[in-house]
């Protein structure tokens, strides 16, 4: 069983910064990918950012150059440091882990961006 635990989020002015937090425990095996997953109001869920286990990155077009993704590999940890948030930012963040073909979710957090 792997468990994911999200911290961070809240309510930001637009034009603001907020980081999100993500710890994963359990019996989690090779890491294959880690990363965060955004889902805003009537809308599906999408990728943010993910880290792979070869190394790449990948960012959704919205967030690259406002959004950074880092890894602790050690502690099995993931952030998400967010720039220059936009209203339409605004949604549940879960964070996601791939390991040994099976695909984890942590509950999310809401973001929301509103002056």
């Known amino acids: 069983q792997v468990q994911l635990v999200e911290s961070g989020g809240g309510l930001v002015q637009p034009g603001g910064s907020l980081g999100l937090s993500c710890a994963a425990s359990?019996?989690?095996?090779?890491?294959?990918?880690m990363g965060w997953y955004r889902q805003g109001p009537g809308k599906q869920r999408d990728l943010v950012a993910l880290?792979?286990?070869?190394?790449?990155?990948n960012y959704a077009d919205s967030v690259k150059g406002r959004f950074t993704i880092a890894s602790d590999n050690a502690k099995n940890k993931v952030s998400l440091q967010m720039n220059s948030l936009k209203p339409e930012d605004t949604a549940v963040y879960y964070c996601?882990?791939?390991?040994?073909?099976?695909?984890?979710w942590g509950r999310g957090t809401q973001v929301t961006v509103s002056s």
């Open positions: 359990g019996s989690i095996r090779s890491i294959s990918a």
């Open positions: 996601y882990l791939l390991s040994g073909g099976v695909a984890y």
């Open positions: 880290l792979t286990g070869g190394g790449n990155t």
